[in-house]
């Protein structure tokens, strides 16, 4: 596979390298500490048009590739993971799915905004004992003519405290089991909507996780995404793209710490010499420097998978197993590296570290990417 980028390509990857150094690096650790992230700088990524990358342009979105985006998402979360999970979810849970399986109205409606990043989206599919198991849906969306009327709690939500615009999976048809889920578009301000406490994260500090609550909310029939019954397969068809942006995000976790340890292990000196000429750490960078390449090549193909109208799911899968492992792995030998230096807040890969475990959970555990992998290997 020829994976050269093309000019445009090129241009985004250093837009966004540019905007992670000017806007993202300075203050990350504190954002960290203190669990924040402002609206700016989410308003400032919707500027530069990463919160719609892949949304057609006359839905106000920046009509590029997904390779273009994974590129962007490498970037970005080399420096910010918890910018980049904000930047994923947006795009590839919320604006490909209305994109996609929206109609008309819905698009116009919350689709523009969304893609210009004037306001963002969250997806709703996990819930306190609906996390892998995603056919267990406890969260009701009861049948009343003109409206679903929805009951029930979401769990670790990202964007569940700061968006406007929730996609919720809910069971209308027990008796039809997966086939009796619908999504929903429900609005932040729709009665009986409650955001619940913020949770506090061993990482992605910045972004902003929630429990949300749903007391009788009247959600009309027009927010309906796709047929009735349609909703698990939409949770299912969103979450395939959504897993290659966490898989690129995964990526970026483990270039950015491996460039922080290169860079340390040319400067920092142990011996009588730089300890990059030690072989113990040498064979380290040599083992990050291969493990991330693979993973980079893994993370494209499966970009351009779905750039090419292929299917997507067993390669988006592969990509997010493998790159999630790369990053924790990558993360834990960079703190090695900087040995004592790693172990403090300062020096960033501490925090990188912390980041990259979450890619192993969320968008599909590794557990849940080896069943879709293993069900496709053995069906082929
Ligand atoms: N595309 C289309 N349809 C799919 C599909 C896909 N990729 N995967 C499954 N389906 C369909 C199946 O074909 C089946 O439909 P039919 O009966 O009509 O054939 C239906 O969905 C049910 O599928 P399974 O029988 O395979 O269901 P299962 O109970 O065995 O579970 C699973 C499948 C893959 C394990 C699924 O439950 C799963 O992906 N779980 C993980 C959920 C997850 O990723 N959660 C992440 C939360 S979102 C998040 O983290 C966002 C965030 O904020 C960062």
């Given at each position: 596979m020829d994976f050269s980028l093309s000019e445009e390509q090129l241009m985004i990857q250093q837009a966004a390298k540019d905007f992670a150094q000017?806007?993202?690096?300075?203050?990350v650790i504190e954002r960290d500490d203190a669990q924040t992230f402002p609206n700016e700088l989410v308003k400032k990524m919707g500027e530069l048009g990463?919160?719609?990358?892949?949304?057609d342009e006359k839905y106000?979105?920046?009509?590029?590739?997904t390779l273009s985006y994974v590129l962007a998402m490498e970037e970005l979360s080399k420096i910010d993971a918890s910018a980049s999970v904000m930047v994923s979810v947006n795009n590839s849970l919320v604006c490909w799915g209305l994109e996609t399986y929206g109609t008309e109205e819905q698009k116009q409606k919350y689709l523009t905004r969304l893609a210009a990043g004037e306001i963002i989206g969250a997806f709703c599919l996990s819930e306190p004992e609906a996390?892998?198991?995603?056919?267990?849906?406890?969260?009701t969306a009861i049948d009343k003519g003109d409206h679903y009327l929805v009951n029930g709690t979401k769990n670790w939500i990202t964007n569940g405290g700061r968006a406007e615009v929730f996609l919720v999976i809910a069971q209308t048809?027990?008796?039809?089991?997966?086939?009796?889920i619908n999504a929903l578009i429900v609005e932040k301000?729709?009665?009986?909507f409650e955001i619940g406490p913020k949770e506090n994260k061993?990482?992605?500090?910045?972004s902003d996780t929630h429990s949300l609550l749903f007391n009788d909310v009247k959600v009309p029939k027009?927010?309906?995404?796709?047929?009735?019954?349609f909703g698990f397969k939409f949770a299912m068809k969103t979450l395939a793209g959504g897993r290659i942006g966490i898989a690129a995000q995964a990526l970026g976790i483990a270039a950015g710490a491996y460039e922080i340890a290169l860079k340390y292990s040319k400067e920092r000196k142990a011996f009588g010499t730089?300890?990059?000429?030690?072989q113990a750490i040498a064979f380290k960078l040599a083992d990050m420097h291969t493990k991330i390449q693979a993973a980079r090549n893994l993370v494209y193909q499966a970009a351009c998978d779905k750039d090419a109208g292929n299917d997507y799911t067993l390669s988006g899968a592969m990509a997010k197993l493998y790159a999630s492992e790369v990053a924790m792995e990558t993360t834990v030998e960079a703190v090695q590296v900087l040995g004592g230096n790693g172990f403090v807040?300062?020096?960033?890969v501490e925090r990188l570290m912390r980041d990259a475990k979450i890619t192993q959970i969320y968008e599909g555990t590794s557990e849940i990417q080896k069943i879709v992998i293993s069900r496709s290997v053995l069906n082929a």
């Open positions: 000017t806007e993202l690096l300075p203050g990463f919160m719609g990358m892949m949304v106000g979105g920046s009509g590029l590739g996390g892998s198991d995603a056919t267990s849906q406890k969260t048809d027990t008796a039809k089991g997966h086939k009796g301000d729709m009665a009986g061993l990482g992605i500090r910045g027009e927010n309906r995404i796709g047929e009735d019954g730089e300890i990059a000429n030690h807040k300062d020096y960033h």
